[in-house]
């Protein structure tokens, strides 16, 4: 191991020890952490560039390094011995080296380890085709929620599960299910070929690691019109901004048929925000949850997409609820602050009425 490795992977190891998420390396600093949701400086001996670079140079696959080369940019999973495993974008910035890790834990969590409501969401897992997207900001635990889901059915059905990812982020063990894990630019070259050829891989449930543009979302929609469960990751902050991103995948003149094809093949959504919690540090998740009942699928293919925001507030025996619903639920159960609760709240006036016991009925 050379002597930039040795340094980058004791700054890896600080990292895991410290329970931080992420590590930040920019040329010509010193390395930082996000703890807690919070970046802070390591005490260190600045970092030089050419260690950045030698220290990506050395371990980027082999197949990634053209990709490199040319666009500037890469995301590839790198695993420190006896450290852990990471997914690492490196970029350039003014001419020089940045590398960003994110810490991916060995272990599948668990749908209570994450401190989620569990059988609102079991009952999107429990589909039996269909989408299921799970929304968030970068760095809200979308993948660690979708993780938890998938092994749900990988401990109590017999299914056959691809995933597509760029990178694979958890590795799992097969249970009751089959897992295929497909690593764009190592087993697969390119995102957009893996989404097209799944369907040819005789799967039950499908994962697409991110929604990201008009063709992943109509293969998606392809796979749950013909019987497939699928699940994927929106960057969006709430039930309301998913529609919108959706919708925005197409045209005005093909608007209507793309709400009979949302209103029939959508299951439900998970949107998820990460609040700091009261006690050991970390942060906990947050959900507001919409499933796609009879209710809500004509809600969309009428386009009466205002009126969603309401069936979320009001909360149903369906599971259905909105993110000051779960705020109050951690208040209450002392697991986060109250002014944590408002300030992360989309609607902190109604809240601070519920923790008062007050609600209007919707």
């Not at 003014?94 to 609102?120: A, C, M, W, Y």
């Amino acid at each position: 191991m050379s002597a930039q490795s040795e340094l980058i992977e004791d700054l890896l190891r600080l990292a895991v020890e410290s329970g931080a998420s992420d590590i930040v390396i920019k040329a010509g600093k010193p390395g930082f952490v996000r703890l807690s949701g919070r970046l802070k400086p390591v005490e260190m001996d600045i970092i030089a560039e050419e260690e950045v670079r030698a220290f990506v140079d050395q371990v980027i696959p082999p197949s990634f390094r053209r990709g490199w080369e040319q666009d500037g940019q890469v995301d590839f999973s790198y695993v420190a011995e006896d450290v852990g495993r990471f997914r690492v974008n490196a970029f350039r910035q003014r001419g020089q080296v940045s590398v960003v890790f994110r810490h991916i834990k060995n272990r599948v969590p668990t749908i209570e380890e994450l401190n989620l409501q569990p059988e609102p969401l079991l009952r999107l897992a429990r589909a039996v085709d269909g989408i299921v997207l799970v929304c968030g900001s970068t760095g809200s635990g979308k993948s660690s929620t979708m993780a938890a889901l998938l092994n749900w059915i990988n401990r109590n059905q017999d299914r056959h599960i691809i995933t597509i990812e760029d990178p694979i982020e958890y590795t799992f063990q097969d249970d009751k299910s089959v897992f295929q894990q497909r690593e764009v630019g190592l087993d697969v070259p390119d995102f957009s070929q893996a989404v097209r050829s799944v369907l040819r891989q005789n799967p039950d449930v499908i994962l697409i690691g991110e929604m990201r543009d008009r063709e992943t979302f109509e293969t998606a929609m392809s796979a749950a019109e013909t019987g497939h469960l699928v699940f994927s990751t929106l960057h969006a902050g709430s039930t309301s901004q998913a529609l919108t991103r959706l919708f925005e995948f197409f045209p005005p003149d093909q608007q209507l048929q793309a709400r009979r094809q949302i209103a029939g093949s959508m299951r439900g959504f998970i949107c998820q925000k990460l609040i700091p919690a009261l006690e050991g540090g970390g942060r906990l998740p947050a959900n507001e949850v919409l499933h796609a009942d009879a209710t809500v699928r004509n809600l969309l293919l009428e386009g009466q997409f205002e009126r969603i925001q309401g069936l979320l507030d009001s909360g149903n025996e369906s599971g259905t609820f909105a993110f000051n619903r779960d705020l109050l639920r951690l208040v209450r159960a002392g697991k986060i602050s109250k002014g944590d609760a408002l300030r992360f709240s989309p609607n902190p006036q109604q809240l601070d009425m519920n923790l008062k016991g007050i609600f209007i009925k919707v």
